[in-house]
């Protein structure tokens, strides 16, 4: 079969298997329209683009002089803020869950490691861009020292913020698979423009996980945890924002 061909069956059937699982759910129509759109993109997306395909790099030139700072701009947790208050010298990235070696690094530990600079476009799922350059640890580095025990799946980072800025609020929360974990483009980066990583951009270490949209790049990491599921972390749907109905996958 031509894969034109078997791309549209695909689709087709795709479409139909959803509408039905709606109509089950008893949902809106719009709601119906706006979940088959994102089954049939992520769905489309994994058909024909390869999981492990490097995203677009620009150049400096491209740098936008105003990248437009988002969701969480100033964490008011009083954690936070006490490791912010002394320029983040007693800051600890924590990786545990399943991995052999536990691991707590100092930003000074963290940037001694191998670097990696790129820059590439943060798409909001609000519909706005930016372009910036970004400097960090890639994520496989960190796994790879931890050592992944073999039922870890996914990689979860807990964040300090909460966007209520409330202290007992429900603080942001993320997670990816090894397939986007081990990306050679996904870092954590403590640099944004040649300069250590500012406050409203995720202050000391944020996540660019560059073929997803911008609410799964998490900031203000405060820990890593490997996990074979993520059902039991917050409302259980693997994101602060997909508990409150975003897609988990978030392809771009
Ligand atoms: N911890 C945390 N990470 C977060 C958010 C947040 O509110 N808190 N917002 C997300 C959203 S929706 C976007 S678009 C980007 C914004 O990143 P920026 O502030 O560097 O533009 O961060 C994402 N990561
Ligand atoms: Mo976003």
Known sequence: MNRRRWLTGAIATAATAMLA????????LAEQARRM???????TQRLVIPRDA???TYDRADISPDFR????VDPAAADYKALRANDFADYRLVIDGLVERPLSLSLAELRARPARTQITKHDCVEGWTSIAEWTGVRLETLLDEAGLKPGARYIVF????ALDQREDGERYYESIDLVDARHPQTILAWAMNGETLPVP??????????RQLGYKHAKYIQ??????????????????WEDRGY???AGI
């Not at 699982?21 to 949902?27: E, K, P, Q, V």
């Not at 700072?69 to 969480?72: C, K, L």
């Not at 951009?201 to 560059?210: F, K, M, S």
């Open 21 to 28: 699982a709606c109509d089950r759910a008893g949902t809106s």
């Open 37 to 43: 759109g994102e089954g049939l993109t992520r769905r």
């Open 54 to 56: 490097l995203a677009p």
């Open 69 to 72: 700072p988002n969701g969480s």
């Open 158 to 161: 807990h964040c300090f913020d």
């Open 201 to 210: 951009y995720g202050a000391p270490l944020r996540l660019r996980v560059e």
């Open 223 to 240: 820990r890593i945890e490997a996990v074979e599921s993520f059902a039991h972390i917050g409302g259980g749907k693997g994101g602060y």
């Open 247 to 249: 897609e988990w996958y």
